[in-house]
């Protein structure tokens, strides 16, 4: 049934991928979480940049220089407008998600630890906010400790208290689990940390996609999201941060563009955002974010949650009656993602099976290998909804995952 | 059926989907000499292997188990078959002859319609590709 404030036809129509086959096959894509989709707004904007606007910025005096820096910029105070945040130079624009966790995790191995200390993460983390922790633990002589995950798939938020001590330095963890869907309940951790006077850095990059965000509500330290899962380009992402944190850490790389002088005698560094962006940045990915936060800004995001939530609500009803099937990760509070086992069938295989129905899943480990180990699990199947996918597409998926059981048996 | 159904079928075609059942020689070889491990980091596929060496270090028997996908554990249910079969006494022509047909290469591979032939199956499929190469690549001829 249509939604009647949310057409998910007029919105396909944006996406010119949508619309391609596969073997034949119309194409569900249903690896959201893994990458989206660019509308065609992106795509033009990529396309107008390299074909009208391609220029250096903040160094130019000629028309194209100074019309593009202003671009860049105005990308900027659109990133803090989207992200809640007051003061654009707070945005750090980074080549993702990744980029944005090892600058703050390398910050803080050189300024704010040290032996006998603490980080403090989760066992549901991507490797992404694991691995730089534990690469800053082994240059600082600091411990990364874990929260414990309950088995529906929630954090054990009673195991918490403990472990934010006087000893934690930092906890780093994820808004919304890329392999279990979980929603963490942020805004009451950050605020058990601050209780503490320990800082948060949360990965928004499974969030952003889902659901508006307001780090002043927040109120975290630290916000990192990648542009290639909000619908615009790949290696491009944002790093908010508080100014006092920012302005405290070092910077991150050496380069053109995050100076005031270079001398052999010394050199200094420019303030913020400029001292956290070396070299010339990914300026088409800039302005690709901007077309894709702009064309977000142009939907009813509430509506296109509540389509999401009907997908997911939809999806996991038909997968529960696939005999064999089992979804991990079932919290109360999901993201339209779906991670799942059938007895008998690896997920490779399930990956295969369905790619030849041209449904696109992700079959692995997603990145959070000590989640799936604490679990028993190598791998898992993931079928992962935006609002552009349809209730077809999840009776494609149970069909599919049916004709596979018989296939298989 | 369309062209990648038809691929899929035979990517799983019955001598895979019985081997995937029924895997050759798994489980753990009791009086096994040496354990040789393979892992493959992209989707955390592993497979291991147990061998019974002779005093002179000559392979007499082995076996594998695994937490890997259908095309990976018949891979490996394929190999050590055929390895068994022949006591591993000529287990290099074997072994050449198996990636042969995985990588495609007619010189090497025979024209026979047997199991190694079904393997080849999965050069259709580049992603898969690694799945089967991944017990061949972590026994070797010595």
């Not at chain 1, 702009?294 to 939809?314: I, P, Q």
């Amino acid at each position: 049934m249509p939604n009647s404030r949310f057409d998910t036809e007029i919105i396909r129509a944006d996406f010119p991928i949508l619309h391609r086959e596969v073997g034949g096959r119309p194409l569900s894509y249903l690896d959201n979480a893994a990458t989206a989709q660019k509308p065609k707004a992106v795509i033009d904007a990529l396309e107008r940049y390299y074909t009208f606007e391609n220029a250096n910025i903040h160094r130019g005096v000629h028309y194209l220089s100074e019309q593009l820096t202003e671009a860049y910029e105005a990308v900027r105070l659109q990133v803090a407008d989207f992200l809640g945040a007051k003061d654009a130079a707070e945005v750090i624009f980074t080549r993702g998600a990744t980029e944005g966790i090892n600058l703050i995790a390398e910050g803080f191995s050189k300024t704010c630890l040290g032996p006998g200390d603490e980080i403090l993460i989760t066992h549901m983390e991507h490797h992404a906010n694991i691995v730089p922790w534990q690469m800053a633990a082994e240059q600082s002589g600091a411990q990364v400790k874990v929260v414990p995950v309950l088995p529906d798939g929630s954090l054990d938020m009673e195991a918490l208290p403990a472990l934010l001590n006087e000893r934690t330095r930092i906890f780093a963890f994820v808004h919304t689990s890329n392999t279990l869907g979980t929603i963490n309940p942020a805004k009451e951790m950050i605020a058990m940390a601050h209780a503490k006077g320990i800082p948060v850095l949360l990965d928004g990059a499974q969030l952003v996609p889902h659901a508006p965000v307001d780090v002043a509500e927040l109120d975290c330290d630290f916000f990192v999201f990648s542009g290639h899962k909000l619908f615009g380009p790949t290696g491009i992402g944002v790093l908010w941060g508080k100014r006092e944190w920012l302005e405290r850490l070092p910077p991150y790389q050496g380069g053109g563009d995050m100076i005031e002088v270079v001398d052999f005698a010394g050199t200094t560094y420019k303030g913020l955002p400029g001292k956290f962006e070396a070299g010339t940045p990914h300026i088409a990915g800039v302005i690709g974010l901007g077309a894709a936060i702009d064309y977000l800004n142009g939907m009813d995001r509430t509506a296109a949650l509540v389509h999401e939530e009907s997908l997911l609500k939809a999806a996991t009803a038909a997968l529960v009656e696939v005999p064999g099937l089992q979804i991990f990760g079932t919290a109360p509070q999901k993201a339209s993602v779906l991670s799942f086992l059938i007895e008998g069938v690896h997920p490779h295989d399930i990956g295969t099976f369905l790619n030849a129905d041209g449904i696109a899943i992700r079959a692995g480990h997603h990145c959070t290998q000590p989640l799936l180990k604490e679990f028993g699990f190598a791998a898992t199947a993931r079928a992962s909804f935006a609002f552009y996918n349809t209730l077809e597409e999840v009776e494609r998926l149970r069909a599919s995952l049916h004709k596979l059981r018989q296939f298989f048996d | 059926m369309n062209d990648e159904n038809a691929l899929l079928k035979e990517l799983y075609q019955a001598t895979i989907l019985e081997h995937n059942k029924e895997p050759r020689h798994y489980g753990i070889l009791p009086d096994h000499t040496e354990v040789k491990e393979g892992y493959n980091p992209l989707c955390g596929d592993k497979i291991t292997f147990y061998l019974k060496r002779s005093e002179e270090g000559k392979i007499e028997a082995a076996s594998f188990e695994c937490a890997a996908c259908a095309i990976c554990k018949a891979s490996a249910s394929i190999l050590l078959e055929k390895a068994m079969q022949d006591k591993f006494r000529h287990f290099e022509v074997l072994h050449a002859k198996g990636l042969a047909h995985l990588e495609g290469n007619s010189a090497q591979a025979d024209s026979q319609a047997d199991e190694f032939a079904a393997l080849g199956a999965v050069r259709a499929f580049p992603s898969r590709l690694n799945c089967a190469r991944l017990p061949w690549d972590t026994l070797k001829p010595d």
